[in-house]
């Protein structure tokens, strides 16, 4: 059989032709090819809707029931719930019944909200009318009705209603002009080109008589690249191939700008598009508390299997007398007696599971998601994080990972726009090793541009200034920036100085437009590329230009860019830009030597550094160079390496011009975060793209490293010299020298550590030497560990993600954290624990593929030092009071047993059983682990050694976890016998009841339960009030109302008969037990018994072993009350600069004078 004409069969049918070949073949405007060309093959492709909802009307149940009881504490619920059903067990199934439905509900409808919020943006975007083509005119559409091949006019201001090939403009040249801020945050105009074969297609008239088809790579989420090529019919004539790239492609959710129109045709549409394809969710990342808290929940699992295994065996050795065994007042039926004994006893342990089960916190978990949810809002809503400049604050694009913030061990962070402002300003250039600095002072005069360009001689020679002349065209051609001739802002047009119009330039790059701003001040001014010819205005006012042929993009492997152009003269020239590892060893000719000292000395500065070469090409040698870019362009398969190949061998044999050296400035308080991070004891690594002598100036000047460090290079310099092995071994041995000479209160040296991107490689490669003690990575990890920073450079985008891999991978499987703002930092911020992106001048997808956003590097230190701690503290106090006040209420049940004979008799109601968790003891501890904060806000930001006393899941560790289930068990049996005393001695009355004689109370299974329970309530809210620091209103009223709801209730359930229950068992219990004054007695003592322990335990610790936490706390009190003393002295001119005065001393923490 032919299995192509089964696959063909399948793709007509079926949509998804892309998911059997590499390509598809797109028919602009549905036009069949001449009959001549490839055989016509439609292929069916998703419609241009766009769905981001999970849900539909009809799925929504099913789905989200599927998914909720994926999670193993619901699962295990539902369980116990059907158990309840089946077998005949001590308590209602709506004991367990009713808590899962409650979190299963307030879970569905927090969902189906987001959902349908989901659901009405989707209808939003799906009905916006689209333009359409259809024979030779313009139809009105809606764009969920798009297809692939239509052929639409989009006009100025307008949104790309799908992933779009240009075919014609408004413009003359065929180009027209995009911003894509909704994609990746770039708020520049960036270039888009027509094929110079369709450009001629002005109408829709013209447009409709086009044959032609476009062949391309199937959808890929990479926004930067497209690789495809279009086939254009003409009568009697071979069609005419052309290449297609990224810069032919418009992408859904992109602008049009200072266009008036364009045609294009659909390429991807609906969930094919780039855009959509990036909506695709990230790997879910698990912060350290939720580790946690299954294992909790398994510990306190296989208690309750204990529990009931316990109860289990030691009912069948009651049971072992008859008299036990069938009581007179309790006979078994004909049934239960025929049961192997095996059923009955595993019947009995399921109802002994049911019986115990509420040891299982169900509701823990809805309200750990309703306080990451809540509490994300509070970093969205702090003032300190907004920053004026960019009109932004923080943002939160997950809430899972809030409590990590207060558990970050590592740092990384990159360097050019996020430890500095990414605000380029160029300082000087140099040609041949002469120093050219715009707008020098000579003799205490500030020379113009044209009479300081050399500095050095007034009169250069022949050469010289041939050199000089090819320099500043080289900067002033090869770019991408775009030129703006005026700009209008709040009306007023700008651009217009002194009666001649000036330009403004806008590029995605600031270096590349700090070079040109540079070069406008020497003399040389790039005015505008226009018919593909750039024209340059030089020194002597004369316009020059040239015509461009090629431009060779800059990537990040080959860290540079080139052009090609032809002068007036006829003269072909190659001018590249980049980085000196990849021009020096390109170059043939020139000042090697002068032009390298001065680079180096520049980034010692700190700046920033480029090479400028060029090369002069033949007719014959620009022919070949033609021929090589073409063949690569047109490649559908592999076109990056056809196309690096072809660079490759373009760019060589280079005369060297010069260098430039350009300054970005640190961003403020960046000095200041770091510091305070590294006293926090968090370790800060640098790791950046840039040359290690510039990165070096950055890490001194933020303070990562200090003049007293001392610095360990692990650089292919280095390795050059000695081999890799013999330098990790010496610094090995330097490192550990040290920390063994620390152990003898020797003053301990501090260490930084400089790797580059070349040995980093070769210490990640796996080598027959690297195997036992010689493994290279531990002895890295050995090395890195003992120093307080390190700084990689040189660094690949997929080389940060691989060091943040190694340190999570780590023996001590440390916290990470990594924050950066351009898109080569992405693969860093999904690797680490927590991901953190700058919206900066790089653009948003560092923002949009992080866990969290800032404005700033400043912001960090809060974010960290202040919303992490509280965040950590708020939730580690939630998970273990969870368990502890179950522990507290299931326990009497546990002891209850040994006094009812192990009948399975409940202790509590089944109304106190159901609401214990719902309605009496959940609201106080969701508000506290909102709004607790045990120290002031200022104390925690001067004060970052704070961070440690919560660092390394301090708070939720084995001793700590143990600690609150040994005092649950303690207060527990403490309520059971407390209570049981009091019952103690019992008497008959008159009407044959029993009455206790300490109480004179009557007594009773639900009296009695309904004492334990009422110590019960009242221990464990006034425990969490014990607890709480930060004392407000809010605090007081739900505390106190809990407290208050629990009475209320009590009293309308016992107190009236309700209609629908089959049973009036607490009729009348709760008020009789409060009729007796030593009940009341009996249950003050109770409670002050429970708490004594935990208070006595806290008073000698904080007196006695108080941590930095408790010293900070009493400081901050001291500092609080003296400001509270001196308020009125300093307030008696009762004016607003009085009361400014007062605060400022309040946030400074310093008394007043």
Same mark, same amino acid.
């Given at each position: 059989?032919?299995?192509?004409?089964?696959?063909?069969?399948?793709?007509?049918?079926?949509?998804?032709?892309?998911?059997?070949?590499?390509?598809?073949?797109?028919?602009?405007?549905?036009?069949?090819?001449?009959?001549?060309?490839?055989?016509?093959?439609?292929?069916?492709?998703?419609?241009?809707?766009?769905?981001?909802?999970?849900?539909?009307?009809?799925?929504?149940?099913?789905?989200?029931?599927?998914?909720?009881?994926?999670?193993?504490?619901?699962?295990?619920?539902?369980?116990?719930?059907?158990?309840?059903?089946?077998?005949?067990?001590?308590?209602?199934?709506?004991?367990?019944?009713?808590?899962?439905?409650?979190?299963?509900?307030?879970?569905?409808?927090?969902?189906?909200?987001?959902?349908?919020?989901?659901?009405?943006?989707?209808?939003?975007?799906?009905?916006?009318?689209?333009?359409?083509?259809?024979?030779?005119?313009?139809?009105?559409?809606?764009?969920?009705?798009?297809?692939?091949?239509?052929?639409?006019?989009?006009?100025?201001?307008?949104?790309?209603?799908?992933?779009?090939?240009?075919?014609?403009?408004?413009?003359?040249?065929?180009?027209?002009?995009?911003?894509?801020?909704?994609?990746?945050?770039?708020?520049?105009?960036?270039?888009?080109?027509?094929?110079?074969?369709?450009?001629?297609?002005?109408?829709?008239?013209?447009?409709?008589?086009?044959?032609?088809?476009?062949?391309?790579?199937?959808?890929?989420?990479?926004?930067?690249?497209?690789?495809?090529?279009?086939?254009?019919?003409?009568?009697?004539?071979?069609?005419?191939?052309?290449?297609?790239?990224?810069?032919?492609?418009?992408?859904?959710?992109?602008?049009?700008?200072?266009?008036?129109?364009?045609?294009?045709?659909?390429?991807?549409?609906?969930?094919?598009?780039?855009?959509?394809?990036?909506?695709?969710?990230?790997?879910?990342?698990?912060?350290?508390v939720e580790k946690s808290m299954n294992a909790f929940l398994i510990v306190y699992l296989c208690i309750l299997i204990s529990k009931a295994v316990i109860n289990t065996v030691l009912k069948y050795a009651w049971q072992w007398s008859a008299d036990h065994d069938e009581p007179w007042?309790?006979?078994?039926?004909?049934?239960?007696?025929?049961?192997?004994?095996?059923?009955?006893?595993?019947?009995?342990?399921?109802?002994?599971?049911?019986?115990?089960?509420?040891?299982?916190?169900?509701?823990?978990?809805?309200?750990?998601?309703?306080?990451?949810?809540?509490?994300?809002?509070?970093?969205?809503?702090?003032?300190?994080?907004?920053?004026?400049?960019?009109?932004?604050?923080?943002?939160?694009?997950?809430?899972?990972?809030?409590?990590?913030?207060?558990?970050?061990?590592?740092?990384?962070?990159?360097?050019?726009?996020?430890?500095?402002?990414?605000?380029?300003?160029?300082?000087?250039?140099?040609?041949?090793?002469?120093?050219?600095?715009?707008h020098a002072i000579c003799n205490g005069q500030i020379l113009s541009a044209a009479s300081s360009i050399d500095m050095i001689d007034s009169s250069p020679g022949g050469y010289r200034r041939e050199h000089e002349d090819l320099f500043f065209r080289a900067l002033c051609l090869c770019?991408?920036?775009?030129?703006?001739?005026?700009?209008?802002?709040?009306?007023?047009?700008?651009?217009?100085?002194?009666?001649?119009?000036?330009?403004?330039?806008?590029?995605?790059?600031?270096?590349?437009?700090?070079?040109?701003?540079?070069?406008?001040?020497?003399?040389?001014?790039?005015?505008?590329?226009?018919?593909?010819?750039?024209?340059?205005?030089?020194?002597?006012?004369?316009?020059?230009?040239?015509?461009?042929?090629?431009?060779?993009?800059?990537?990040?492997?080959?860290?540079?860019?080139?052009?090609?152009?032809?002068?007036?003269?006829? !003269?072909?020239? &190659?001018?590249? #830009?980049? %980085? *000196? +590892?990849?021009?020096?060893?390109?170059?043939?000719?020139? $000042? /090697?030597?002068?032009?390298?000292?001065?680079?180096?000395?520049?980034?010692?500065?700190?700046?920033?550094?480029?090479?400028?070469?060029?090369?002069?090409?033949?007719?014959?040698?620009?022919?070949?160079?033609?021929?090589?870019?073409?063949?690569?362009?047109?490649?559908?398969?592999?076109?990056?390496?056809?196309?690096?190949?072809?660079?490759?061998?373009?760019?060589?044999?280079?005369?060297?011009?010069?260098?430039?050296?350009? !300054?970005?400035? &640190?961003?403020? #308080?960046? %000095? *200041? +975060?770091?510091?305070?991070?590294?006293?926090?004891?968090? $370790? /800060?690594?640098?790791?950046?793209?840039?040359?290690?002598?510039?990165?070096?100036?950055?890490?001194?000047?933020?303070?990562?490293?200090?003049?007293?460090?001392?610095?360990?290079?692990?650089?292919?310099?280095?390795?050059?010299?000695?081999?890799?092995?013999?330098?990790?071994?010496?610094?090995?041995?330097?490192?550990?020298?040290?920390?063994?000479?620390?152990?003898?209160?020797?003053?301990?040296?501090?260490?930084?550590?400089?790797?580059?991107?070349?040995?980093?490689?070769?210490?990640?490669?796996?080598?027959?030497?690297?195997?036992?003690?010689?493994?290279?990575?531990?002895?890295?990890?050995?090395?890195?560990?003992?120093?307080?920073?390190?700084?990689?450079?040189?660094?690949?985008?997929?080389?940060?993600?691989?060091?943040?891999?190694?340190?999570?991978?780590?023996?001590?499987?440390?916290?990470?954290?990594?924050?950066?703002?351009?898109?080569?930092?992405?693969?860093?911020?999904?690797?680490?624990?927590?991901?953190?992106?700058?919206?900066?001048?790089?653009?948003?997808?560092?923002?949009?593929?992080?866990?969290?956003?800032?404005?700033?590097?400043?912001?960090?230190?809060?974010?960290?030092?202040?919303?992490?701690?509280?965040?950590?503290?708020?939730?580690?106090?939630?998970?273990?009071?969870?368990?502890?006040?179950?522990?507290?209420?299931?326990?009497?049940?546990?002891?209850?047993?040994?006094?009812?004979?192990?009948?399975?008799?409940?202790?509590?109601?089944?109304?106190?059983?159901?609401?214990?968790?719902?309605?009496?003891?959940?609201?106080?501890?969701?508000?506290?682990?909102?709004?607790?904060?045990?120290?002031?806000?200022?104390?925690?930001?001067?004060?970052?050694?704070?961070?440690?006393?919560?660092?390394?899941?301090?708070?939720?560790?084995?001793?700590?976890?143990?600690?609150?289930?040994?005092?649950?068990?303690?207060?527990?049996?403490?309520?059971?016998?407390?209570?049981?005393?009091?019952?103690?001695?019992?008497?008959?009355?008159?009407?044959?009841?029993?009455?206790?004689?300490?109480?004179?109370?009557?007594?009773?299974?639900?009296?009695?339960?309904?004492?334990?329970?009422?110590?019960?309530?009242?221990?464990?809210?006034?425990?969490?009030?014990?607890?709480?620091?930060?004392?407000?209103?809010?605090?007081?009223?739900?505390?106190?109302?809990?407290?208050?709801?629990?009475?209320?209730?009590?009293?309308?359930?016992?107190?009236?008969?309700?209609?629908?229950?089959?049973?009036?068992?607490?009729?009348?219990?709760?008020?009789?037990?409060?009729?007796?004054?030593?009940?009341?007695?009996?249950?003050?003592?109770?409670?002050?018994?429970?708490?004594?322990?935990?208070?006595?335990?806290?008073?000698?610790?904080?007196?006695?072993?108080?941590?930095?936490?408790?010293?900070?706390?009493?400081?901050?009190?001291?500092?609080?009350?003296?400001?509270?003393?001196?308020?009125?002295?300093?307030?008696?001119?009762?004016?607003?600069?009085?009361?400014?005065?007062?605060?400022?001393?309040?946030?400074?923490?310093?008394?007043?004078?």
């Open positions: 059989m032919d299995f192509s004409v089964l696959r063909n069969l399948i793709s007509r049918y079926c949509a998804g032709e892309e998911y059997w070949v590499d390509s598809r073949t797109v028919y602009i405007g549905h036009k069949e090819p001449p009959p001549a060309a490839e055989a016509y093959i439609p292929q069916r492709y998703p419609d241009n809707r766009i769905v981001s909802s999970k849900y539909t009307l009809w799925n929504f149940i099913p789905k989200n029931l599927f998914e909720q009881f994926r999670r193993i504490a619901n699962f295990y619920f539902l369980l116990i719930f059907l158990v309840q059903l089946i077998i005949d067990t001590p308590t209602s199934p709506v004991t367990s019944g009713l808590p899962l439905f409650f979190v299963i509900t307030v879970t569905a409808i927090k969902q189906g909200y987001e959902d349908w919020l989901r659901h009405k943006a989707d209808c939003s975007i799906n009905e916006c009318p689209v333009d359409m083509v259809q024979q030779g005119t313009v139809v009105r559409t809606q764009s969920s009705k798009l297809r692939v091949g239509d052929v639409v006019m989009v006009r100025e201001d307008e949104t790309f209603p799908c992933d779009l090939i240009l075919l014609s403009s408004s413009r003359g040249d065929g180009t027209c002009y995009v911003t894509t801020t909704s994609l990746d945050g770039e708020s520049s105009h960036k270039t888009y080109y027509a094929v110079p074969d369709t450009m001629a297609f002005k109408t829709e008239q013209e447009l409709d008589s086009l044959h032609a088809t476009i062949e391309c790579e199937q959808p890929q989420p990479d926004l930067y690249k497209f690789v495809g090529r279009i086939n254009i019919y003409k009568e009697r004539e071979d069609p005419i191939a052309r290449p297609l790239g990224a810069e032919n492609l418009l992408l859904r959710g992109a602008t049009l700008k200072n266009t008036g129109h364009i045609y294009a045709v659909a390429i991807y549409t609906g969930m094919d598009t780039k855009m959509a394809l990036n909506y695709q969710s990230k790997s879910q990342k698990r912060s350290a007042y309790n006979h078994r039926t004909e049934i239960d007696r025929e049961r192997h004994v095996v059923i009955r006893a595993f019947t009995d342990f399921l109802a002994f599971m049911v019986l115990f089960n509420y040891i299982i916190p169900v509701s823990m978990y809805v309200t750990v998601e309703m306080q990451k949810f809540l509490g994300s809002y509070f970093i969205v809503w702090d003032k300190d994080m907004y920053d004026e400049e960019l009109g932004v604050g923080a943002q939160v694009n997950t809430s899972d990972l809030n409590e990590e913030l207060g558990q970050v061990e590592y740092v990384f962070t990159d360097k050019t726009g996020t430890l500095t402002e990414n605000n380029m300003e160029f300082i000087e250039c140099c040609v041949d090793g002469h120093v050219y600095i715009p770019h991408t920036v775009q030129v703006k001739e005026e700009e209008t802002v709040d009306s007023i047009k700008r651009g217009i100085h002194l009666g001649k119009p000036t330009s403004f330039y806008i590029s995605s790059s600031p270096d590349e437009v700090a070079l040109v701003e540079g070069m406008k001040r020497l003399g040389y001014t790039y005015l505008r590329l226009k018919d593909s010819h750039m024209e340059i205005l030089n020194k002597d006012d004369e316009i020059e230009r040239f015509e461009l042929l090629h431009v060779l993009n800059f990537d990040s492997v080959r860290r540079r860019m080139s052009v090609i152009v032809k002068s007036s003269s006829g !003269e072909y020239l &190659l001018f590249c #830009k980049g %980085a *000196d +590892t990849s021009i020096f060893p390109r170059v043939v000719s020139g $000042k /090697v030597e002068q032009v390298r000292a001065r680079v180096e000395q520049n980034a010692v500065e700190g700046l920033r550094t480029l090479c400028v070469a060029y090369r002069s090409l033949s007719p014959a040698e620009y022919e070949e160079a033609c021929h090589q870019l073409s063949d690569a362009k047109l490649a559908l398969k592999d076109r990056e390496q056809w196309l690096a190949q072809a660079y490759d061998l373009i760019e060589r044999d280079f005369t060297l011009l010069g260098a430039t050296a350009v !300054e970005d400035r &640190l961003q403020e #308080k960046a %000095a *200041d +975060t770091i510091e305070s991070l590294q006293k926090a004891g968090m $370790k /800060v690594w640098v790791l950046t793209g840039d040359k290690m002598e510039t990165a070096a100036a950055t890490c001194y000047a933020s303070k990562l490293f200090r003049r007293s460090t001392q610095i360990l290079e692990l650089t292919k310099k280095r390795t050059e010299e000695q081999s890799l092995h013999d330098v990790l071994f010496d610094l090995s041995r330097t490192v550990l020298r040290q920390r063994s000479l620390s152990g003898l209160s020797v003053e301990c040296q501090d260490y930084g550590l400089i790797i580059d991107g070349a040995t980093l490689s070769a210490v990640l490669k796996p080598s027959p030497e690297s195997s036992g003690s010689g493994n290279y990575r531990e002895i890295f990890l050995e090395i890195s560990r003992n120093c307080s920073a390190v700084l990689c450079c040189r660094m690949a985008p997929l080389q940060k993600a691989q060091i943040v891999k190694l340190i999570k991978a780590s023996k001590e499987h440390p916290i990470t954290l990594a924050i950066g703002d351009g898109a080569n930092d992405v693969s860093m911020i999904l690797e680490a624990h927590v991901g953190i992106g700058i919206m900066g001048k790089e653009g948003r997808q560092a923002a949009r593929n992080s866990d969290y956003a800032i404005p700033k590097f400043k912001h960090l230190k809060k974010m960290l030092l202040v919303h992490g701690h509280f965040y950590y503290i708020r939730i580690a106090e939630l998970v273990q009071y969870f368990f502890y006040k179950n522990v507290c209420f299931i326990f009497p049940q546990f002891l209850y047993q040994f006094f009812c004979g192990f009948s399975q008799q409940p202790l509590y109601d089944t109304a106190y059983l159901t609401l214990y968790n719902i309605s009496f003891t959940s609201l106080p501890i969701l508000l506290y682990s909102l709004i607790e904060k045990h120290i002031s806000i200022e104390m925690l930001k001067r004060d970052p050694t704070l961070y440690r006393d919560v660092a390394k899941n301090a708070l939720l560790r084995w001793p700590v976890f143990l600690y609150w289930t040994c005092l649950g068990l303690f207060n527990a049996c403490i309520f059971f016998f407390g209570a049981y005393f009091l019952f103690d001695n019992t008497t008959f009355t008159s009407n044959g009841q029993l009455m206790t004689t300490n109480t004179q109370m009557m007594f009773g299974n639900w009296t009695f339960g309904t004492l334990v329970f009422t110590v019960l309530v009242f221990t464990v809210t006034l425990k969490l009030a014990l607890d709480t620091h930060h004392w407000t209103w809010i605090n007081h009223f739900v505390i106190w109302g809990s407290l208050l709801f629990y009475v209320i209730f009590s009293l309308l359930w016992g107190g009236i008969i309700w209609p629908f229950l089959n049973y009036q068992r607490m009729y009348y219990v709760f008020m009789q037990m409060l009729s007796s004054g030593p009940a009341w007695l009996g249950i003050i003592l109770l409670i002050t018994i429970s708490l004594l322990p935990d208070v006595v335990k806290k008073v000698l610790c904080r007196t006695l072993w108080p941590t930095a936490t408790e010293r900070a706390q009493d400081i901050d009190k001291l500092l609080q009350s003296s400001v509270a003393e001196l308020t009125p002295v300093s307030s008696r001119p009762s004016g607003p600069s009085s009361k400014r005065k007062s605060t400022s001393h309040l946030h400074l923490g310093v008394p007043g004078p």
